[in-house]
């Protein structure tokens, strides 16, 4: 955001509308920064447009298209089960089967994986954009988040369908999935929003992402239950705000076969909520700067 489009753009936010009237355009120093927050909610139909045009990228030109989000967890499934539950011979958690709490598992995670990646790119990608006009940036990186949301779907259907075929049901626990999927996403946003704002200065970034998240599923409870991790360590462990994630949703899902530990989920709360917080900050400090760097 250069020093003129910080000066002359924010819709004012106090002035009456009536339906069918367009909010009116202050030219005014400093307003940006004094009605951001209020300005997000302004621009949630680009929100929206931004959402569905990744979601329709995302499919669009694909040979196997929405296929794809069966494909790639299905196959993670069968190779995690095979080398950590049959080779390894890993204990599940109690009487749950292993591909079932494989799959609860890779449910968290690649919707915490796949918010990383598409965020922390989606500055770069849409620079035209972000070069040309005004609104919160933050939109950008938030918007391209709901594209995980609709994988996330596709593999949680799958897990139920796995969870049928297998005779192996979740209690009345799932009825809390909802808040840890929101955790899951703030979890996956902090770091993203780090890594976006990086990315924008130094396109290294691009290459380090991928390698992050592959580094992140192997030292993350997605294969194997966080339970094999010696109870010393377990709260070191837990720094990893994936293993919280991970850990609450096989707790709803595979209901009182999964202990959730709860020091270490504590733990991982303040560490999500410190991301979250650093990220934030981090993308506000930097939001100035982006348009005059592409």
Do not use: H
């Not at 929206?48 to 329709?56: F, K, M, P």
């Not at 080779?87 to 109690?94: Q, R, S, W």
């Not at 049901?169 to 999927?181: H, T």
């Amino acid at each position: 955001m250069t020093q003129k489009e910080t000066m002359t753009s924010s819709l004012d936010q106090s002035a009456p509308t009536t339906p069918g009237q367009e909010r009116v355009l202050v030219l005014e120093a400093g307003r940006t920064e004094r009605n951001y927050w209020s300005d997000l909610w302004a621009y949630r139909e680009l929100f929206a447009i931004l959402a569905w045009r990744d979601i329709a990228v995302q499919y669009k030109q694909t040979v196997i298209g929405v296929a794809w989000a069966v494909i790639r967890p299905l196959l993670t499934m069968v190779i995690f089960t095979v080398v950590f539950g049959t080779l390894a011979k890993l204990p599940t958690e109690g009487t749950a089967p292993y591909p079932v709490m494989v799959m609860a598992g890779m449910l968290p995670w690649f919707l915490f994986s796949t918010i990383l990646s598409q965020a922390a790119n989606s500055l770069v990608s849409n620079s035209n954009l972000i070069g040309k006009v005004y609104f919160p940036r933050l939109i950008v990186p938030t918007a391209s988040s709901i594209v995980a949301l609709v994988d996330f779907l596709v593999t949680f259907v799958l897990l139920l369908g796995l969870m049928v075929v297998l005779g192996f049901y979740p209690s009345w626990q799932i009825l809390f999935l909802p808040f840890f999927v929101i955790l899951a996403v703030l979890a996956a946003l902090g770091p993203a929003l780090i890594l976006a704002s990086l990315n924008v200065r130094y396109r290294d970034f691009r290459f380090i992402v991928p390698f992050i998240v592959q580094f992140g599923m192997y030292v993350s409870p997605v294969g194997f239950a966080s339970s094999v991790v010696p109870e010393n360590l377990r709260l070191i462990y837990s720094i990893n705000p994936a293993v919280g994630v991970i850990d609450g949703f096989r707790w709803c899902l595979l209901g009182g076969q999964a202990n959730l530990y709860w020091p270490g989920f504590a733990l991982s709360l303040v560490v999500v909520a410190f991301f979250l917080w650093l990220g934030i900050r981090t993308f506000r400090a930097t939001e100035k700067t982006f348009a005059d760097l592409f």
